[in-house]
């Protein structure tokens, strides 16, 4: 879920990168695209690759589902549920009908709800998350927080999941008490999709719209939450131009009725994107799928 309070101040490096880029254009009218198209850092760790994960095509459809009695009755290649919340037999029906698993958990935050809470350390925990009772922003450089999210991913194998979508993982643009850079967020993100790669987990990038390009090597696939509504879908071009899908939720009102449906799913089509319009508590109280499905 999308908690990302925009600051970019730590990515003035790569604005060479960007300002060239939006010299020639790329015909887009996103803001973003230039800096989502800016190049990796010099020191990019080659990404890990199992050979036998999962990897899914741009073509997939989803569904996404946190909360609430599972609605397990859609048709669609990919279901994103919730890692902790979710019992065994269930992701094995789910499999056994011939979906694909993604399991979620928050890689950034600390919820005071989760079996593992005791384990983060004080000093790993930092300012709370606005409008998200009971969580907490991450010191991503602590190893003792790199150990509990590896202890996840082992628990999204011994759970059978197929791939993960970690979340929270823009710390670095948002208040966290902590001095993060970009790097940092980078070097965190690389070392979550390595793990989950030597486990033969499929990843996903959550959004981190000024990363994609540095991060798209190591990432199977992309959760956008409302990239339409804050015009920042053309980044995504680097994902799907590599056969990568790009999932995407959107949540705001205008996409509830049949003339936003209408522009929302020709902006999706145009981007090879899979859209969906959701309930923001994302309960499958309400859903719409520009794949029809």
């Not at 990019?44 to 459809?61: C, G, I, Q």
């Not at 959004?207 to 798209?216: C, H, I, K, R, Y």
């Not at 049949?258 to 859903?287: F, I």
Request: hydrophobic share 35%; charged share 25%.
């Amino acid at each position: 879920m999308k908690k990302t309070v925009r600051n970019l101040s730590c990515v003035a490096a790569l604005a060479l990168c960007a300002s060239i880029l939006q010299a020639c254009g790329d015909g887009s009218s996103d803001p973003l695209s230039a800096k989502a198209f800016a190049a990796p850092p010099p020191a990019a760790a080659a990404p890990a690759r199992a050979a036998s994960h999962w990897t899914p095509a741009a073509s997939d459809t989803w569904q996404w589902q946190l909360k609430g009695k599972l609605n397990t009755s859609y048709n669609v290649a990919i279901y994103d549920i919730d890692l902790f919340d979710t019992d065994p037999s269930t992701i094995a029906a789910l499999k056994q009908a011939g979906r694909k698993v993604v399991c979620y958990f928050s890689a950034g935050s600390s919820e005071n709800w989760r079996p593992d809470f005791s384990k983060f350390k004080a000093s790993d925990q930092g300012n709370k998350l606005d409008d998200w009772e009971g969580e907490r922003w991450l010191d991503i450089r602590s190893s003792n927080v790199r150990d509990i999210m590896t202890a996840r991913l082992d628990r999204a194998v011994a759970k059978g999941c197929d791939g993960v979508e970690p979340d929270n993982v823009d710390g670095y643009a948002n208040d966290t008490g902590f001095p993060l850079q970009d790097t940092d967020q980078y070097a965190f993100n690389v070392f979550i999709a390595n793990e989950a790669h030597k486990r033969n987990l499929a990843v996903g990038l959550k959004n981190d719209v000024d990363q994609l390009v540095a991060l798209e090597p190591s990432f199977d696939f992309a959760v956008n939450e409302e990239c339409n509504e804050q015009k920042e879908c053309s980044g995504y071009k680097v994902f799907t131009s590599k056969n990568k899908p790009v999932l995407n939720a959107e949540y705001a009102g205008k996409y509830r009725t049949q003339s936003g449906q209408r522009t929302l799913c020709d902006a999706a089509r145009a981007l090879n994107m899979r859209t969906l319009v959701l309930a923001k508590k994302l309960d499958d109280s309400y859903r719409f799928s520009c794949d029809a499905s």
